[in-house]
């Protein structure tokens, strides 16, 4: 066959080949005729590449050793390649793309040249990739072609073709090569002018629009309360980002030097067993790509995957094999706090550049909201630790009195403590607070509350209690005073210690309302201590209460403060009432009295006789 002969039968298969498309698109429930002829064709073009090989060898014996004879080979070569209309994909031995026809980029909807040095059986199917590297072989040891049914998937295209594999022995290549030719059986193939779906600039518009949205997203995501006061900002920025940029979503963070995993979104289609807990054990430790990404400090982008070991291997080999990865990113979070790694099958379209970028945002942004969750739950535990130090979780039954308390914590906490004890033959408590805020204030209150506590086991008068404590502030130093009220508890008799504090008040069974005397000066203010003594008597169904200043200070929207006489006439209602009924009648009253705002701590201590 002459190079004209051979021109013409390539038009002529042109031809027919459109025609093939364009029955494929007016009959489409007739495919089996038309899938016939595509095989015939299939089959004709490779016998055109046979005897375009005849015709090479031709023209090199006639150029009898002149010197552009292998020039005139080559140029004859790439003009039948080239002009081939179906596709041509040129691999080496190892399977690794070296040369790609227009036809090829076209269908598979990729620039030219691409996909050359690229690993070709990451377009295979994964069912069918162990198939492919086998015939692949076979083909160049045997030189005996090889034809088999498979998907290609790539850039969120997806044909089911009919690949044909032959020997090549190329000009000027030291090795063998294989010619896969790919005919689409199962596609609409795009028009031959048709531009890539992400070069249009309304697609660019809104993928930029989609990115942004993302971000604003996350940002409300990551600073909502619950995230910051629960462990969940890693699983709800996974699901956001599983929900329309990845189909696994994986989220590592370092602990004692280590990546430990976190967090794994799968596909919705992907039972919770089998691969899910496969990807969830396997190590990161052992990831390629995690501990890249963690060392450098910055993300990584793969839009074909390449190294199928990149994320480390399970059961049933490399993860990103058994996951049909098609394309990978992997960006740090925070200041390499851990790393947050997003996978896209093979049928979706791959990551971008683009992509990486606002995947590095958001890796900040989860870095940002893991640091303030701990933070936010670091100073939690703090607070619960100062509030335990100030309020018993549980007060201790008192013979002959029913006891009762409410500690409500203010805008800081740990300036004000209530307690109840035993002491030297009977029972004690103690009720103040440090005039002051925030942790110093805290260390003061939990000194004088454990103070009172300690020495009330060796002395019987709360009032000695009550000075040693000041002599023991007042060497320390600190600068505070401390307003406290402590009681021993013999029989029917209460002792009541002040040292600056507001009066007990004293609720009869008739509704009547007694303030004790109060007053003293507050702890730590001069080396002897100057408090008020008085012995009460508490009879059966008569309630005393303590209170703290943060209660009688509460104001209202007009500026007036809650005060001792609304205090007596909310107590007067409550005659007869069990100590928890009082309590939390004071608490309602004084609720309503302030439209809930509350400003300093409020205790409320009620001892009722039985």
Not at 217 to 229: P, S, V
Not at 249 to 262: E, F, K, S
Not at 558 to 571: C, M, N, S, T
Request: glycine share 10%; charged share 20%.
């Amino acid at each position: 066959m002459t190079v004209p002969d051979l021109e013409h039968a390539l038009d002529a298969l042109t031809a027919r080949v459109s025609s093939l498309r364009e029955a494929r698109t007016a009959y489409p429930s007739e495919l089996a005729p038309t899938l016939d002829a595509a095989l015939a064709e299939l089959d004709t073009a490779a016998e055109l590449l046979a005897e375009a090989r005849v015709e090479l060898d031709k023209s090199a014996r006639r150029q009898n050793g002149r010197k552009d004879g292998p020039q005139r080979e080559l140029k004859l070569l790439r003009q039948v390649f080239r002009a081939f209309p179906v596709p041509v994909i040129v691999l080496d031995g190892g399977g690794v793309v070296r040369r790609i026809n227009p036809e090829t980029s076209r269908v598979l909807g990729s620039p030219d040249g691409y996909l050359v040095g690229r690993s070709f059986p990451l377009l295979v199917d994964v069912s069918r990739r162990a198939a492919f590297r086998s015939h692949l072989t076979s083909v160049l040891q045997t030189g005996q072609p090889a034809a088999f049914e498979t998907r290609l998937a790539h850039q969120g295209r997806t044909h089911t073709v009919q690949l044909a594999l032959t020997r090549l022995t190329m000009p000027g290549e030291p090795q063998q090569m294989v010619a896969a030719v790919a005919l689409p059986t199962e596609v609409q193939l795009p028009g031959p002018r048709a531009e890539r779906p992400e070069q249009s600039d309304g697609a660019l518009l809104m993928a930029a629009a989609r990115r942004q949205d993302l971000l604003a997203r996350m940002g409300a995501l990551l600073l909502d309360e619950e995230a910051l006061r629960q462990p969940v900002a890693l699983s709800r920025a996974a699901r956001l980002l599983a929900a329309g940029w990845a189909d696994w979503v994986i989220a590592d963070m370092v602990r004692d030097g280590l990546p430990r995993r976190q967090v794994v979104v799968a596909p919705k289609d992907h039972p919770l067993g089998g691969l899910v807990r496969q990807v969830e054990k396997a190590s990161p430790a052992m990831s390629q790509v995690v501990a890249q990404v963690l060392d450098r400090g910055t993300g990584t982008v793969h839009e074909m995957v390449d190294d199928e070991t990149l994320l480390g291997f399970c059961a049933d080999g490399p993860l990103l094999t058994a996951m049909g990865a098609g394309s990978l990113l992997c960006v740090p979070i925070g200041s390499s706090d851990g790393a947050l790694t997003l996978v896209r099958e093979h049928d979706r379209p791959p990551f971008t550049l683009a992509d990486l970028a606002v995947m590095q945002e958001v890796g900040l942004q989860l870095g940002l909201a893991v640091r303030a969750q701990s933070s936010f739950q670091s100073r939690s535990r703090a607070a619960d630790a100062l509030s335990a130090s100030v309020a018993p979780r549980k007060l201790p039954d008192v013979p002959g009195y029913e006891a009762s308390a409410i500690y409500h914590p203010g805008a800081s906490v740990g300036a004000e403590f209530y307690d109840v004890f035993p002491v030297s033959g009977g029972w004690g408590f103690a009720l103040g607070g440090a005039a002051g805020k925030g942790e110093e204030a805290a260390s003061v209150t939990a000194m004088v509350r454990g103070g009172l506590r300690v020495l009330s086991t060796w002395e019987s008068d709360p009032d000695v209690v009550v000075g040693k404590v000041n002599e023991a502030l007042v060497k320390q130093g600190t600068g505070m005073f401390v307003m406290a009220a402590a009681g021993f508890v013999k029989g029917r008799t209460i002792r009541l210690s002040s040292a600056g504090h507001h009066p007990a008040a004293l609720v009869q069974p008739d509704g009547s309302v007694r303030f004790a005397a109060g007053g003293g000066v507050p702890l730590g203010i001069s080396p002897v201590a100057e408090t008020s003594v008085e012995e009460l008597s508490v009879g059966v169904g008569e309630t005393l209460v303590l209170y703290s200043e943060g209660l009688i200070s509460s104001r209202n929207d007009r500026g007036e403060p809650y005060g001792e006489e609304r205090l007596a006439d909310v107590l007067g209602r409550c005659a007869g009432q069990a100590p928890a009924t009082v309590v939390k009648a004071v608490e309602a009253d004084r609720h309503a009295f302030s439209a809930g705002q509350v400003w300093d701590e409020i205790v409320i201590l009620a001892l009722r006789g039985v």
